[in-house]
């Protein structure tokens, strides 16, 4: 009521006078205004009010603080939630029946695009990417320094960046030209640091960056202190995210106690681009050379990696060989997956040429169940299906209309054409149907979701290349080998026949994309749409969200429903939640079996994520964010879960 009257005060009533408003105001570009008005009273009579009531408070105070386009004087809001909705709609289609469609998915918080795609989608700026992957700038002043407007010009509009540090000489490295040597990349990363914190995403969040590293780098020690408390400030960033970019050899060394080398890059400069055996035999060729800078114990590496995770929650690995073999961009010679985004979840060949995209949107889990006559919850495989193909539709066309703030961004997204669809409310489903997060119903279903999600996207996508053609690079990628995601991992699905005939078809028709699936963490989407964010447990039943847009007590509504049948939601009963932070273990009068179900992410051992994300990496063709959650992390802990 707040937000309407707000709106209407303005003298804004239907969906088309906000879409004037906002293009008189400069808000809204021509082909959407276009769009509008030339289906206005078909769309007017698309926009459900309604749907309104499907928000939780805290989505849509998110929906009103961050993403309702807003008067540029006084800071009114312009448009209600649903004209928000149908705007992104009309944006993302092409006819007004896909437009009335993707709104009654993104109005019942079905699915959501990401945050970047909801902030400008429609808009003057149209950057609708949520991901960019920068190659490691060339050990040149020139390109370091390009690099530095690269990341300003795309942390400028809204997007979130990988940027890979392998090529970059280390310290001590003589510099030929003026016969002095390279203080190495320490420098250079502290300055970008401080680039990172002064674009702040057009002012509507903060800028985002995680440099990668590849652990034979000479630097990897200093590397690892950036993010460290104490120490020389001129040597530490607090902006900047850490990821280590690990080849297989250096856990094959951590295995074995063996010793590891660090190289200058300016003496190994095919290292970077080199994976699998291929790197394994050049990484020794440079030992026999002895052009190792340093020698150190694999183990006092690897101990130091985990000590800075577990004090500073930086410096996560990404595994550089599987990353590759079982990329569908990495079929040829010379394709090299270099690094990863903030998240992880994105894996897509690099360049000094090619600047890797891409565009993400999830699922909603939660809103893709059924209840039997029974009473009983099952989900529904077939709402799935339909959805995901929506979404795919969606997500490529983002493609055509993305702003690229890069010239090397756009010609690569526009031949690889790589889309992330993603899920949320995994959680949401096992309360629903009552399921433990890690009994074996819990892992079949999560696995059984995320390979009908491939196989639909897959079809999907062959549909699109039927009808707009193949991406330009299809010709040079595994699928077009008859190679899917799957084979990469060894895995044979249960329904065969079905697999069989989508890889036949695909083999005649193509793909419009080459990558299809990564789930992402779904921070800000989850809290709109009201769900569990991607694939995670909960972390507590009862716990205060801290947000730009105020404090909010969240509490766990399925646990509330479960405790009112029982009689047992009560002032006690809430007293003694918060008293044991949000666990129900204490809760003896709860039955055992609701107590297994709602037990936190703290309360389930880790082992069940880590089993769970491997079912489901065989159909993700990019990668998934896994968080794993410990109370007390310590070096022996953290280190057996990565092996």
């Known amino acids: 009521t707040y937000i309407d009257k707000e709106v209407r005060n303005q003298e804004i009533h239907a969906f088309s006078q906000s879409i004037t408003a906002g293009r008189r105001l400069g808000l809204i570009n021509e082909r959407v205004h276009e769009f509008v008005s030339q289906n206005g009273r078909k769309l007017n009579d698309a926009l459900d009010p309604t749907r309104d009531r499907e928000f939780e408070y805290f989505g849509l105070r998110t929906i009103y603080d961050r993403y309702l386009l807003k008067h540029p004087t006084t800071r009114q809001v312009i448009e209600t939630p649903q004209q928000f909705f149908l705007r992104i709609a009309c944006a993302l289609a092409e006819t007004v029946m896909d437009a009335v469609e993707l709104y009654r998915l993104l109005s019942s918080l079905e699915y959501l695009p990401s945050s970047p795609t909801l902030f400008n989608a429609g808009t003057q700026h149209e950057q609708l990417s949520s991901c960019f992957l920068l190659d490691s700038p060339d050990d040149h002043l020139e390109h370091i320094y390009q690099r530095y407007t690269d990341v300003a010009m795309l942390s400028k509009f809204s997007g979130g960046i990988g940027l890979a540090y392998h090529r970059v000489r280390s310290r001590g490295s003589l510099i030929e030209s003026t016969n002095g040597h390279s203080n190495g990349i320490i420098p250079w990363l502290k300055t970008l640091d401080a680039s990172v914190a002064a674009v702040n995403q057009g002012g509507k969040r903060k800028g985002a960056c995680c440099v990668y590293l590849e652990p034979w780098h000479a630097d990897i020690e200093e590397f690892l202190e950036l993010r460290d408390n104490t120490g020389d400030e001129a040597s530490r960033t607090h902006n900047l995210n850490l990821a280590n970019w690990v080849p297989d050899l250096f856990m094959k060394r951590v295995e074995a106690d063996g010793e590891w080398s660090l190289f200058d890059p300016k003496t190994t400069p095919e ?33 130091r990696m985990m000590r800075t995770l577990a004090q500073t929650g930086n410096g996560w690995m990404t595994f550089k060989d599987k990353s590759n073999r079982a990329c569908n961009q990495t079929a040829l010679p010379g394709r090299t997956v270099h690094l990863s985004n903030l998240c992880t979840e994105i894996l897509e060949v690099t360049s000094r040429d090619e600047t890797a995209v891409c565009n993400l949107g999830s699922i909603n889990l939660a809103r893709h169940t059924v209840t039997e006559s029974d009473g009983s919850t099952s989900f529904d495989f077939d709402k799935l299906a339909k959805t995901v193909r929506t979404a795919v539709h969606q997500l490529d066309r983002v493609i055509d209309l993305n702003y690229y703030p890069l010239a090397a961004a756009g010609s690569s997204n526009r031949r690889w054409r790589p889309v992330g669809l993603g899920l949320m409310g995994l959680q949401d489903v ?30 999907a996508s062959m549909d699109l290349a039927i009808t707009k053609g193949r991406h330009p690079t299809y010709d040079e990628t595994r699928a077009a080998q008859g190679e899917l995601q799957f084979d990469a991992w060894g895995i044979t699905p249960a329904d065969q026949d079905r697999w069989e005939t989508l890889r036949s078809k695909i083999g005649a ?12 963490p779904t921070a800000t989407i989850a809290s709109i749409a009201g769900c569990y964010e991607c694939i995670e447990p909960q972390v507590s039943n009862l716990f205060k969200r801290e947000t730009l847009s105020g404090d909010f007590l969240q509490v766990n ?39 297994a179900v709602y037990r936190t992410v703290w309360e389930i051992p880790m082992r069940s994520l880590i089993d769970m994300a491997a079912d489901r990496g065989a159909f993700i063709d990019q990668s998934q964010s896994l968080n794993l959650f410990m109370e007390n992390p310590n070096i022996g802990q953290l280190s057996s879960m990565y092996f």
């Open 271 to 303: 290292l970077p681009d080199l994976y699998g055996e291929e790197f394994e035999r050049a990484y020794a060729q440079a030992e026999q050379a002895g052009l190792a800078s340093k020698t150190v114990k694999a183990r006092e590496l690897y101990a």
């Open 430 to 459: 096992f309360f629903q149907m009552r399921l433990p997060f890690d009994v074996p119903e819990a892992r079949g279903l999560s696995a059984r979701i995320v390979e009908d999600i491939y196989f639909h996207a897959l079809s």
């Open 509 to 520: 028709h193509g793909l419009r994309n080459s990558l299809l699936v990564a789930i992402a």
């Open 557 to 595: 509504r399925y646990l509330v429903a479960d405790l009112k049948k029982l009689g047992l939601w009560s002032d006690e009963t809430r007293t003694r939640l918060k008293i044991a932070e949000g666990s129900v273990q204490g809760l003896d009068e709860l039955p055992a079996d609701l107590r």
